[in-house]
């Protein structure tokens, strides 16, 4: 198992669930899985850059400090 040195900061950005139950059916297709993972990577995607804009701002805040 991984251990991080301690101490360490963890910070998690936990995002809306996303429900593809509606859009993908008892059976789909490649076209309607190839735009689920469209949206899934842009969400998961749109978390990372507020993620790092999030930290960069905190950065820069201690920096004025």
Known sequence: ??????PVKI??????PID???E????PDKATLAAMHRRVTAAVQSLLDHARFT?????????RL
């Not at 198992?1 to 301690?6: K, R, T």
């Not at 910070?11 to 809306?16: A, K, L």
């Not at 993908?24 to 059976?27: K, L, Q, R, V």
């Open 1 to 6: 198992p991984l251990s991080p040195p301690f």
């Open 11 to 16: 910070t998690q950005h936990i995002g809306e």
């Open 20 to 22: 593809l139950t509606r």
């Open 24 to 27: 993908a059916g008892p059976s």
């Open 55 to 63: 930290q960069e701002s905190e950065a820069l805040r201690k920096e």
